[in-house]
């Protein structure tokens, strides 16, 4: 009698164990095929991609930056006047002079985004070049070489000098500078844009339009 009493419960709870191994079993097999499937659509092949000799030839030439094509050591001498006045005349002795000389290197060229580069045929291109610009400068070099006072210049208001540099470096004294050396210009971008290109395709070959100068 004891035997059987005791039996029921062990055969009960084994049967229970081997249901609950098989549904713990069969958890770890879904989600194991739910990881792999979802793995799988993550890790789809990248479908091939051509890029064309001619995509490849404007991405090399274009250049959304600012390009120094030329590189100058400028001098100029400046030359300042100034008078007091009385009745549109100029009073005697109350004039003042002076005169500096102001050196720096400029950077001249082109911004990538005033370039414009289209294919034109088999392996042919049109660079446009929209205008050129004064990019900046360096090593600026300030200095006086000359003064002249009149006996009655004390009427009349000092010459500032950080005045006479900034007349230097305005907006109008850079374009005078791009204008002066427009050529030079046109000529140095003509090589660079010519030796990207060389480096991507050897066969093609580049026009130039570059803007009035003044």
Request: aromatic content about 8%; overall charge positive; proline content about 2%.
């Amino acid at each position: 009698m004891i035997k059987r009493h005791i039996g029921k419960p062990v055969r009960f709870g084994f049967i229970l164990g081997i249901i609950i191994s098989a549904l713990v079993a069969g958890g770890i097999a879904l989600i194991s095929y739910q990881v792999s499937h979802q793995h799988s659509k993550n890790n789809i092949a990248p479908k091939t991609q051509t890029v064309s000799q001619e995509t490849l030839t404007v991405k090399s030439l274009t250049k959304e930056k600012k390009v120094v094509m030329v590189n100058l050591g400028l001098s100029e001498i400046l030359n300042e006047k100034r008078t007091t006045k009385l009745f549109g005349q100029d009073i005697f002795g109350t004039n003042r002079q002076k005169i500096m000389q102001a050196s720096f290197d400029a950077e001249l060229g082109v911004d990538g985004k005033d370039v414009k580069i289209t294919a034109t045929g088999d392996n042919t291109y049109k660079v446009s070049v929209k205008k050129f610009m004064f990019i900046g400068y360096s090593n600026p070099n300030f200095k006086v070489l000359d003064e002249h006072n009149g006996v009655f210049s004390s009427f009349t208001a000092d010459i500032n000098e950080t005045d006479m540099i900034n007349k230097v470096l305005d907006a109008k004294s850079k374009q005078k500078y791009v204008a002066k050396y427009n050529d030079l210009l046109e000529q140095s971008t003509k090589e660079f844009y010519r030796n990207i290109v060389a480096a991507t395709n050897s066969k093609a070959k580049l026009t130039f339009e570059f803007p009035r100068s003044n």
